[in-house]
């Protein structure tokens, strides 16, 4: 399964990119963000190996993070017309995915974050999960950039959500 989906965000790409690659942010805009750490490596930085774990209603999901692309490694002084590249590969029990995300500049002081997801799928429980609800992951997807919006943009705290 693949899908894309894209988001304006009101800040200039540079500090948008910052926003999105500092861990201390995570729990602020990703819901159900339990824990992330590196289990070697720096976070965010290309070769680190994370664990992740997330809290989804009832459900407690474990999973592997790699990454495997982080363009350019510095965040800072990032030329005009280059396109931030984040990539990461994630495994957990009966799943592969990749993220692609990509930012770039859409004005001045706007950024346009687009995010390619990709998932393969194991186990029949699973297998069933994708084909029937290929949706939610897309859903998902775009839930996560918006709260990443809310939180780069206004400040929102995720976990201060009434919902």
């Given at each position: 399964m693949k899908y894309t989906v894209s988001i304006e965000i009101a800040l200039p790409r540079e500090r948008a990119a910052q926003l999105l690659a500092d861990p201390a942010h995570l729990p602020m805009w990703l819901r159900g963000m339990v824990l992330h750490e590196p289990l070697n490596g720096v976070h965010g930085q290309l070769g680190t190996k994370s664990r992740v774990v997330l809290q989804m209603g009832q459900q407690k999901i474990e999973a592997t993070e790699t990454i495997t692309r982080r363009e350019p490694a510095d965040l800072h002084g990032i030329p005009k017309?280059?396109?931030?590249?984040?990539?990461?590969?994630?495994?957990?029990?009966?799943?592969?995915?990749?993220?692609?995300?990509r930012l770039t500049e859409a004005g001045p002081d706007t950024t346009l974050w687009m995010s390619e997801s990709e998932?393969?799928?194991?186990?029949?429980?699973?297998?069933?999960?994708?084909?029937?609800?290929?949706?939610?992951?897309?859903?998902?997807?775009?839930?996560?950039?918006?709260?990443?919006?809310?939180?780069?943009?206004q400040g929102k705290d995720v976990r201060d959500a009434k919902d």
């Open positions: 017309d280059s396109v931030v590249q984040f990539d990461r590969e994630i495994v957990s029990k009966g799943m592969w995915s990749v993220q692609r995300d998932y393969r799928f194991s186990g029949l429980l699973m297998r069933l999960v994708g084909l029937l609800m290929p949706g939610t992951f897309r859903k998902q997807s775009l839930q996560h950039m918006q709260d990443f919006k809310a939180f780069a943009e």
